[in-house]
Nanobody
Framework: QVQLVESGGGLGQAGGSLRLSCAASGTIFSFNTIAWYRQGPGKQRELVAQITGAGSTKYGDSVKGRFTISRDSGSRTIYLQMNSLKPEDTAVYYC?????????????????WGQGTQVTVAS
């Protein structure tokens, strides 16, 4: 149905930048909410940033002013630009979409997660 493939993770430096990408493919009719979540060592998964179907954005308190979520509708790619990185940003980052997918000719709402990409920020 829907595949989400993340890329762009790796090792960053405190104060530096990284950009994550999430390429969506499959029988997608339209996106509702798209988002990035993260799960740090020993922590629960938390919302980093999201864009709703209406276009409004929401950011986690710890990343406000540093991270920016965006999407390229043409290529169905979701981005997370991460600036002013901090060691506490170290986590596995997951792409998430809530989309209308086409199954048997019908539009069905469903949620999907990427496999996760590791981001490590060195001090």
């Amino acid at each position: 149905q829907v595949q989400l493939v993340e890329s762009g993770g790796g090792l960053g430096q405190a104060g530096g930048s990284l950009r994550l990408s999430c390429a969506a493919s499959g029988t997608i009719f339209s996106f509702n909410t798209i988002a990035w979540y993260r799960q740090g060592p020993g922590k629960q998964r938390e919302l980093v940033a999201q864009i709703t179907g209406a276009g409004s954005t929401k950011y986690g308190d710890s990343v406000k002013g540093r991270f920016t979520i965006s999407r390229d509708s043409g290529s169905r790619t979701i981005y997370l630009q991460m600036n002013s990185l901090k060691p506490e940003d170290t986590a596995v980052y997951y792409c998430y979409v809530d989309a209308l997918v086409i199954i048997g000719g019908e539009r069905v709402e469903s949620e999907h997660w990427g496999q996760g990409t590791q981001v490590t920020v060195a001090s």
